[in-house]
């Protein structure tokens, strides 16, 4: 009883597993089969004329225009104080954040060192220490400013002083 119990169980295992493990090639090959039919049935764009084109005259310039970008600068807002340097105008330019002091120091040693009035400000609210390097009462000067530290320090960006 038990050898016949055992037999069918395998028998029927043995089946269970012969059919799951089928291939599906067959329905993917009529999906790749339906896929060429559209796409030799596609109609051919139709020709149309050639759009007139309006010959460029060129004309010389009279007069330069400098486009300035200043008041399309992201500025971020916050509440600041000065740890080590001078004071904060309004608009300041910071080239370095950090959540450890000595390191905001150790940066700013470094850009005095090549004659940069460098300073640290502190946020309470998010403890961080801000690296500036300059600080100006009007954003264009500002911008300008970050500009030019960007090729030095990428990720340089302005800090309005709350």
């Known amino acids: 009883m038990k050898k ?10 043995a089946i269970s597993f012969a059919s799951c493990g089928g291939s599906k090639e067959s329905a993917y090959k ?3 089969e339906k896929a060429k039919a559209q796409e030799t049935q596609q109609v051919a764009p139709q020709e149309t004329e050639a759009p007139v084109v309006t010959p460029l005259v060129e ?7 400098v486009i300035d970008n200043t008041d399309n600068a992201s500025v971020r807002s916050e509440a ?4 080590d340097g001078t004071g904060l105008s309004n608009f300041s330019v910071v080239v370095g954040s950090f959540s450890s002091k000595a390191n905001a120091l150790a940066l ?4 005095k060192g090549q004659g940069h009035p460098a300073q640290v400000a502190y946020n309470a609210s998010i ?12 954003k264009g000067d500002a911008v300008r400013s970050r500009n030019q530290f960007r090729a030095q320090y990428p990720d340089a960006w302005l800090l309005l002083k709350k």
């Open 80 to 83: 600041v104080t000065v740890v």
């Open 30 to 32: 009529k999906a790749y």
């Open 4 to 13: 016949s119990l055992i037999l069918c169980a395998g028998l029927c295992l």
């Open 127 to 138: 403890n961080f220490y801000r690296v500036i390097v300059s600080t100006f009462a009007d």
């Open 59 to 65: 004309k010389p310039a009279t007069q330069a225009t």
């Open 108 to 111: 700013q040693q470094r850009l």
